[in-house]
């Protein structure tokens, strides 16, 4: 096998000379900590991509979760589902809270969590929803409501993967209670790190603001009526993120094309691509795959043999319910069984591809070449 002349990492942030501006602008105007011109901007901006009137911006997506749970209320002996197959600050943070976390199965058809699920996981003590929007596609908000409505829950959205995408014709985070946001730099949009709250509930949001720095009581001085946390975002962090905003059609239509790229050249292979449901606008952040169940037990080799070829790849999520500080918790599917099998599976058979903005056709082109070899290898 000729050696490859081009390596293509999973993610690359896209980094121009307009993000280059705004930070030496920030670095200049001597405003380099919490306070500044580029946090407030960097606020209203995303308030604005959210169709909501308040934003908070913190410091990174699992401090905007942890503060959203506290200012809901949220604490010992309460329970809140969340899905079985996501990234694992999304559990980690209800258990920061001292709250329990129940893992609900996801929908084989969207990867989301499964309402049916979350109706059986339901008791008297189930709190709050965390609906993540998983790989860009939006949870099905529509029945999630219903249940949090006459159940009287929380529905926490967390919109870390999937920044501006549409649940029948609605933009994530203005659907929920709160939107939770990170901006990490493999995210659609990055500030190095970050993290954003957006709600349409004033009263919520002051709470977060007050939380996020220090819980010191308005007009007061060393004043605190709560135990508080630091995690306010820089204006250095917002200067960057202004830059990516500006772009975020350019961002969010060129990661679209990528996919589409890559279902057009791989032709017919035995996996799923990214899904998109017929009451869904998916944003695109990482172009994902998930394996046919008959090659599960090969994905090692595949990726083993993709990244010999210059492709990195990175495996899905693990299942919550296998690794070790949830391997406790409560897993209910969406027959009412004790067991997250649909999440399991998809943890044992998914992948995410090269997925930079920067990615040409051709790259894409050279990318599934190698993706064919590799699986006609394995079969
Ligand atoms: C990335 C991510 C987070 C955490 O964001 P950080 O900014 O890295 O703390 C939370 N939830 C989901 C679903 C994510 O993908």
């Known amino acids: 096998m000729s050696t490859p002349s081009k390596r293509f990492p999973v993610a690359a942030p896209s980094l121009t000379e307009r993000e280059e501006r705004f930070l030496i602008d920030a670095v200049r105007s001597g405003w380099v900590s919490s306070i500044g011109p580029y946090v407030e901007r960097f606020e209203r901006d995303v308030a604005a991509l959210c169709e909501v009137p308040h934003c908070v911006a913190v410091t990174n997506g699992t401090d905007a979760l942890i503060v959203t749970l506290k200012a809901l209320g949220l604490g010992p002996g309460d329970e809140v589902v969340v899905p079985a197959h996501t990234f694992a600050a ?121 939380l996020k720095d220090h819980a010191q009581d308005a007009g007061t001085h060393y004043v605190h009526s709560e135990a508080g946390y630091n995690c306010r975002m820089t204006n250095l962090q917002a200067a ?90 409560r897993q209910v599917g969406a027959g009412g069984e004790a067991d997250v099998p649909v999440a399991r599976s998809l943890g044992r058979r998914g992948f995410n591809l090269p997925s930079g903005v920067e990615l040409t056709r051709d790259d894409v082109a050279v990318i599934t070449a190698a993706l064919r070899r590799s699986l006609e290898a394995s079969a």
């Not at 993120?241 to 035995?270: M, N």
């Not at 998930?290 to 210059?310: C, F």
Request: proline share 7%; net charge neutral; hydrophobic share 40%.
């Open 90 to 210: 999304v559990s980690a943070s209800v258990l920061h809270v001292g709250a329990t976390p129940v893992l609900a199965d996801v929908h084989p058809e969207h990867w989301c969590i499964d309402p049916r699920a979350v109706e059986r996981a339901l008791t008297p003590r189930t709190r709050a929803i965390i609906a993540v929007h998983s790989y860009g596609h939006p949870a099905p908000m529509g029945p999630l409501l219903d249940l949090a409505k006459q159940r009287g829950l929380k529905l926490v959205e967390d919109c870390a993967e999937a920044h501006g995408a549409r649940y029948e014709g609605k933009v994530v985070g203005s659907l929920g209670d709160a939107g939770c946001f990170s901006f990490y730099g493999n995210k659609i949009v990055t500030c190095g790190e970050g993290g954003a709250v957006v709600s349409k509930d004033a009263e919520l949001s002051r709470h977060v603001r007050y």
């Open 240 to 329: 960057l993120g202004c830059a990516q905003l500006e772009r975020f059609s350019e961002l969010a239509a060129r990661k679209r094309a990528l996919l589409g790229w890559y279902q057009e050249l791989a032709g017919p292979l035995p996996l799923t691509w990214n899904p998109k449901l017929p009451w869904a606008e998916p944003a695109v952040w990482l172009v994902s795959a998930v394996l046919d169940e008959a090659l599960a037990k090969s994905r090692p080799a595949i990726l083993k043999s993709l990244r010999e070829q210059g492709v990195e790849t990175r495996p899905f999520f693990v299942c919550l319910a296998e690794l070790k500080p949830y391997a406790g918790c």
